[in-house]
């Protein structure tokens, strides 16, 4: 059975940080790329943050140089630092894992809110 837990979420002022985690089983993780999406309410489900099997980032626009995404394949987790938060990060975020080699399976998490407000 494939799971994905999203972890780390909560209320948070602007200009704040948070961490959120992602912990999977039933996959070979490792050879996963892995991904950090959200969506508001009323809005799509957008990508936030991308990483590969090898490491390799990418990130929404709107995430550049606030959010990192890193990979802990020994602990078969992936994470979301986020900083300077913004209202407009306001929204669920989903863990996404897509299966090699053509990434045509996609598994996703339950979700955990982010609210940002002060």
């Known amino acids: 059975q494939v799971q994905l837990v999203e972890s780390g979420g909560g209320l948070v002022q602007p200009g704040g940080s948070l961490r959120l985690s992602c912990a999977a089983s039933?996959?070979?993780?490792?050879?996963?790329?892995l991904g950090w999406y959200r969506q508001a309410p009323g809005k799509q489900r957008e990508l936030v943050a991308g990483?590969?099997?090898?490491?390799?980032?990418n990130y929404a626009d709107s995430a550049k140089g606030r959010f990192t995404i890193s990979r802990d394949n020994a602990k078969n987790t992936v994470f979301l630092e986020m900083n300077s938060l913004k209202p407009e990060d306001t929204a669920v975020y989903y863990c996404?894992?897509?299966?090699?080699?053509?990434?045509?399976?996609?598994?996703w998490g339950q979700g955990t809110q982010v609210t940002v407000s002060s």
């Open positions: 996404n894992a897509e299966s090699p080699p053509n990434y045509n399976r996609h598994y």
């Open positions: 039933g996959i070979i993780f490792s050879i996963y790329r």
């Open positions: 990483i590969s099997s090898g490491g390799r980032t």
